[in-house]
């Protein structure tokens, strides 16, 4: 109503200037009338209720008419006759209900007023009535056209809001099976481990602070990815959110949590991370993660070897398990449940979002490797 009252208070003023008088719009040959105190009442049907035609479009084209009505009937033909022309589209465009029948009624109460209006020396006659009457007609297809569109726009908007809410919930699952599985596998591994050395306390103490360790790592990599989930934007939380770009060290730290969880890793590295990787030196940490996850998961206890080369314009990833550990194969450590898939399928979505390439099998030899090339240089 705020938006629409300076149009309603435009026309209404419009029409009392003494030179707009007699300059709106005319149906019929009624001859004009002087200015007067109906005049008024005509001018505030006409103009006022546009305030609410957003919100009350029925009452606003009704009142609108009324005073369209008694406008032409008296012959003042004001400025504020624009108005019914914003009416109709307004109903047109906003009314949600008994669409159908406003417009029967619009159309039958026309036919009376032209009645009134027609004059036998009407020059135009019945063409000039039609014209009038397919002007209204047009006004309110232009409402409807323009309804249409608002409505597409929104079925629109809603399915990209469901779309993007997908993907988002896809990639909060995505980071939470990457987080939970690495940790508590390496937990469950370092638990069952811990069964056989009751009588070696020192080994048993070693893997009881693994587990710990890995324990604790859990939940801080739980609470950053909660941070970034954080709907309230707190600011402590940035600092630990917005580690998006694991560094070489990370991975040293997380080869180490492998070893410690009694997987023999190699890790081998070339070059130093770009300063401008982006998005894939996280993509890279977490297909080096879920590789060393599955190693741990599947084949327990064989030599895994990991290689990272960081190139200008992309980088490289290998990691590849001796032994007969396989995707599909039976989990050797006991309590490790298999897997379902999500894990490398989530790799390579990851993957090849940034253009890269990916692929995971079974080796010539035995074993399991996987390999990753992520182009550099992506946004975070």
């Known amino acids: 109503m705020v938006r629409d009252l300076p149009l309603a208070l435009f026309l209404a003023v419009g029409s009392l200037i003494p030179a707009f008088h007699g300059h709106g719009t005319k149906v019929g040959d009624v001859p004009e009338r002087p200015f007067d105190a109906l005049a ?5 049907l006409e103009c006022l209720p546009l305030a609410g035609r957003r919100r009350w479009p029925t009452a606003c084209l009704a009142l609108v008419s009324v005073g369209f009505a008694i406008d032409q009937l008296r012959g003042y033909h004001e400025f504020a006759g624009t108005g019914l022309a914003i009416a109709v589209m307004s ?37 000039g009535f039609l014209t009038f009457f397919a002007a ?16 597409a726009d929104a079925e629109r908007r809603r399915r990209v ?10 990639s909060i699952a995505r ?14 591994v370092q638990a069952e481990a811990a069964r056989y050395l009751t009588a070696a306390p020192e080994r048993l103490d070693a893997t009881l602070d693994a587990i710990t360790g890995s324990g604790r790592r859990a939940i801080t990599d739980l609470r950053h990815l909660l941070d970034l989930l954080n709907p309230e934007g707190d600011d402590s939380a940035v600092p630990r959110a917005g580690r998006t770009s694991p560094s070489v060290g990370d991975l040293r730290a997380l080869v180490e949590q492998t070893r410690e969880a009694g997987q023999p890793v190699e890790f081998t590295q070339e070059g130093q991370p770009a300063e401008s990787s982006g998005s894939a030196e996280f993509v890279a940490f977490r297909v080096v993660q879920e590789s060393l996850t599955n190693a741990l998961k599947y084949a327990h206890g064989s030599r895994t070897v990991v ?23 039976v989990p050797d450590v006991p309590g490790v449940p298999g897997g379902s898939g999500r894990g490398l399928a ?34 975070s």
């Open 40 to 44: 008024l009442l005509a001018i505030a």
């Open 91 to 127: 109903a047109g465009a906003r009314l949600e209900r008994h669409r159908r029948l406003t417009m029967i009624v619009l159309a039958l109460a026309y036919v009376p007023l032209a009645i009134a209006l027609d004059r036998p020396d009407h020059a135009e006659g019945l063409d």
């Open 136 to 151: 209204l007609v047009l006004v309110w297809g232009i409402g409807a056209w323009w309804r249409s569109t608002r409505i």
């Open 161 to 170: 809001a469901e779309v993007t809410r997908a993907a988002e919930r896809t």
């Open 175 to 188: 980071e939470l099976h990457d987080v939970v599985t690495h940790h508590v596998t390496a937990m469950v």
């Open 307 to 329: 290689e990272v080369c960081f190139g200008e314009r992309e980088i490289s990833v290998t990691v590849g398990t001796e032994g007969t550990g396989s995707r599909g194969g």
């Open 346 to 379: 989530g790799l390579r979505d990851r993957v090849e979002a940034l253009g890269g390439e990916f692929g995971a099998g079974g080796r010539a030899g035995g074993g399991f490797a996987v390999r990753a090339r992520i182009p550099a240089g992506s946004p």
